[in-house]
Structure formats: structure tokens, C-alpha cells
């Protein structure tokens, strides 16, 4: 069954804590992509890479870090350094860059 | 000027109407156009892509694209309930391998 997973789909942070979620695809695909959604806001570009091991930074990097070892796998860390890291974070993925993307369910990250 | 422009709505139409929406944009190298539909806490599913000039017809869904004026819309015939969500437009930008997404209209069909 091919397609893209996001874990957790919830998580809770405490103040301070750097978090890490995952985004997984099995579709082959060479490009994949980092978005943050905050409520009735539209999607904000964190980081994307286009080929493994290189990666881009999007419109709101600051406070995030990624790393794409792995062709099939892209993970967002979100650091402390991010001062309102609480949305919706989602994760997309593409043949190549300038193809459809298509995103994963989504991770609800909550700071307490 | 914002990179994309799209009605924020709500956007109501009744059952069984034909509900249009449309979306303006700024560069004018893009070459892909592509409409998303998002359920209210979920996340975005891709309806409808769109490359070249004129309409493009999957089911109850077209898109139409004008390189010219900048614009893509896209209709629903016959809406449902089903139908009741965010619609976001996105285009490629350039060659920078981003797609720029609108802020979304938020569709409502009222049975």
C-alpha cells in the first residue's frame, strides 16, 4: 500500500524540549516537503529537498532543522529555539519538483 | 501583491448547484496548476491538476486555466454536502521547486 506516513499524529512538548516527528513515503518520490498550518491560516513552507542528502530552506526555517539521509524519509525537528511551534505540521512528497505534491495526515504538535 | 489571491468565503451554494471558485496568481513562468480539497483537521488531497490552457473535466469537477489573465477556478456541478471544505489552489513556482498555496476558500453547500 503505497503512500506517506506522519508519527505521531499528536504530540505534546513542554517548553524547552526539542521534538522530533517522522514522515516516511514509500511512492518513490525524489522530492519531499516540510508545511506548517496554523488554524484558518494556509500552508507555510519550512524546509524541502529535492534529492537525498541536500535540502532547502522554506519561507519560516527558523527554529526547525530536517535532514534527509534516506530517500524514503525526511523527519522535522522542531527546537526550542522555535517560539510558537504549536499547528498543524504536515509533510508532502513528490516525483520530482515540479510534480503534484502529496501529504501525508499530518501531525498536531501542542506546546503545554 | 500577494503571489496568490483566492476568496477566502465562506462560499454557500445550495444542493445540486454548480459552485465556482477562483484563484489568481503573480508569476507568470508557472506551468503547473493544482487545486486541493481539505476536510475541516485533515489534510490537504489533490482534486485536479492542470498544465495547459482551457478545461480540464474529472467527474463533477473542472478546472480551467488562463496563462494570459493569470487564473485558475475551479467548478463543481451538482454539489453535495460532501463538497463542504477548504479549497486550496497551489501553482510551481519557477524553477525554485516550491508550489505556492493560496490561503483557501472555504466551501459550504447547504442541503
Known amino acids: 500500500d503505497g503512500g506517506i506516513t506522519q508519527s505521531p499524529k499528536y504530540l505534546f512538548r513542554k517548553e524547552g524540549q526539542n521534538v522530533t516527528l517522522s514522515c516516511e513515503q514509500n511512492l518513490n518520490h525524489d522530492a519531499m516537503y516540510w508545511y506548517r498550518q496554523d488554524p484558518g491560516q494556509g500552508l507555510r513552507l519550512i524546509y524541502y529537498?529535492?534529492?537525498?542528502?541536500?535540502?532547502q530552506k522554506g519561507d519560516i526555517a527558523e527554529g526547525y532543522s530536517v535532514s534527509r539521509e534516506k530517500k524514503e524519509s525526511f523527519p522535522l525537528t522542531v527546537t526550542s529555539a522555535q517560539k510558537n511551534p504549536t499547528a498543524f505540521y504536515l509533510c508532502a512528497s513528490s516525483l520530482d519538483s515540479y510534480n503534484e505534491q502529496f501529504f501525508g495526515p499530518g501531525t498536531r504538535l501542542t506546546v503545554l | 501583491q500577494k503571489e496568490v489571491e483566492q476568496n477566502s468565503g465562506p462560499l454557500s451554494v445550495p444542493e445540486g448547484a454548480i459552485a465556482s471558485l477562483n484563484c489568481t496568481y503573480s508569476?507568470?513562468?508557472?506551468?503547473?496548476f493544482f487545486w486541493y480539497r481539505q476536510y475541516s483537521g485533515k489534510s490537504p488531497e489533490l482534486i485536479m491538476s492542470i498544465y495547459s490552457n482551457g478545461d480540464k473535466e474529472d467527474g463533477r469537477f473542472t478546472a480551467q486555466l488562463n496563462k494570459a489573465s493569470q487564473y485558475v477556478s475551479l467548478l463543481i456541478r451538482d454539489s453535495q454536502p460532501s463538497d463542504s471544505a477548504t479549497y486550496l489552489c497551489a501553482f510551481g513556482s519557477g524553477n525554485t521547486g516550491k508550489l505556492i498555496f493560496g490561503q483557501g476558500t472555504t466551501l459550504q453547500v447547504k442541503p
Open positions: 508569476d507568470r513562468v508557472s506551468q503547473s
Open positions: 529537498s529535492q534529492i537525498v542528502n541536500d535540502f
